[in-house]
């Protein structure tokens, strides 16, 4: 007997839903229920590996080790197949990977109380933008974790299409929709017929006018506004006294960035931010940046940016927090400030959607529904772009985070019974 889950493994969050009784469910993964946050911590006192919120709690609590978030970004990259050092071993990336597809296969399973050997997985449009060799080697890559894992039986499906097949179990007529998957990495985009006489049909093909995806998520909203109104307190913007040459940027560009934190705690780096304090004409700001990189706070200072990120959708203004950093530090973010800086994206973002309805061949007018899901769709700048293009009267939303793994668990349950 096959048993089949629909997986998705996200930037941020990741959620498995299995089948029971006939009925696709979300398997509880975690205390608080079926999200799991996608991060690994590397506990160098025990030599195990911890997974989601108990990565976090475990690295925020300041126990040596390495935090590994935001994974999937790397998959269409060669770093997938690149060895990192825990400790005094190595690991490849796809291997990190793979410890956590294997946690979430067996708390799955754990949670039905059977084991699983198939898997519907969830998928971005593109894993890249313009690259359709990355594209397969993203996907080739996830095949080939899965299969190691114990899964006999593994297809995709790109995740708006698994949003729209989650939100058509609530349409009671016929309507063109269009599906705006945005997460923590990529935002995706399908048109597709939806009815209740469609729900059951497995082959879609002639129902799906276009799909469509760019590389923007969450974590790059993450970065700029960590650049516009974090970076500043620990020293980007101000200046050496050699040359009046300014502090470097990629060092902040880096530091802002979720994939390449690690990165940074390094000897190498270590002297160099040292040797910046030295020369910098405002030695505090520099020496809160040795702080972050001598105690490892990148991932800290990274939390509190999105936590600033995520409080700004309701909020005008609000502090990002940085006292771990050093006592009662905290840097002013406002609304008006974030989406300045992230004004490309927003550009990038509506531009997106209107490439989605050319390759439809469908006019704004045309779209009776814009289903929005995915965590970063609650982001207001963003919403903005979408509403740019389609009227945000048609907006319709589900279950942010679990609306692609409720539908590819649907899939899940007709493609393999």
Not at 88 to 113: C, D, H, P, S, W
Not at 258 to 277: D, G
Not at 327 to 345: H, M, N, Q
Not at 368 to 386: C, D, E, H, Y
Request: aromatic residues 6%.
């Amino acid at each position: 007997m096959t048993r089949a889950c629909g997986l998705d493994f996200g930037t941020s969050n990741s959620a498995v839903g299995v089948i029971r009784d006939g009925r696709a469910e979300l398997a509880r993964l975690e205390r608080e229920g079926a999200l799991i946050p996608s991060a690994i911590f590397f506990d160098f006192e025990t030599n195990k590996p911890l997974f989601g919120a108990e990565a976090i709690e475990t690295y925020m609590g300041q126990v040596e080790g390495r935090l590994m978030r935001a994974l999937k970004s790397i998959l269409a990259t060669p770093l997938m197949k690149e060895a990192t050092l825990l400790k005094t071993q190595r690991i490849t990336f796809e291997a990190v990977i793979g410890l956590f597809v294997a946690e979430m296969k067996a708390r799955a399973e754990a949670a039905l109380g059977a084991p699983i050997d198939a898997v519907v997985h969830g998928r971005p449009v593109h894993f890249v933008d313009g690259d359709a060799a990355a594209d397969r080697f993203a996907e080739d890559t996830l095949r080939v974790i899965a299969e190691n894992r114990g899964f006999k039986h593994v297809s995709f499906q790109y995740e708006p299409l698994a949003a729209a097949r989650a939100y058509e179990a609530s349409v009671r007529e016929e309507t063109l929709a269009l599906i705006c998957d945005i997460g923590g990495g990529t935002s995706d985009f399908s048109v597709i017929r939806l009815a209740p006489e469609r729900r059951a049909r497995t082959e879609r093909k002639d129902d799906i006018l276009a799909n469509y995806g760019i590389r923007l998520g969450g974590t790059d909203l993450d970065r700029h506004l960590s650049l516009e109104a974090a970076m500043p307190a620990l020293g980007l913007g101000s200046f050496l006294h050699t040359k009046t040459l300014p502090m470097p940027r990629q060092l902040y560009a880096d530091l802002a960035h979720w994939p390449s934190i690690n990165q940074l705690y390094t000897p190498a780096t270590r002297r160099m931010v040292r040797e910046l304090e030295a020369d910098a004409v405002e030695p505090a700001k520099a020496r809160r940046l040795r702080t972050v990189i001598e105690k490892h706070l990148g991932h800290q200072l990274a939390f509190s940016v999105e936590a600033a990120k995520i409080a700004l959708s309701a909020e005008d203004e609000t502090p990002i927090e940085m006292g771990f950093i050093e006592p009662g530090l905290s840097a002013p973010a406002s609304r008006d400030g974030f989406e300045d800086a992230v004004a490309t994206e927003r550009a990038r973002m509506a531009a997106a959607v209107k490439e989605t309805l050319a390759r439809a061949g469908t006019a704004a007018e045309e779209i009776g529904t814009v289903f929005l899901t995915g965590g970063s769709s609650r982001v207001p700048v963003l919403r903005k772009a979408i509403a740019s293009v389609v009227s945000p009267n048609k907006f319709r939303a589900g279950d942010d985070m679990l609306s692609v793994a409720m539908g590819l668990t649907e899939e899940a349950r007709l493609r393999y019974g």
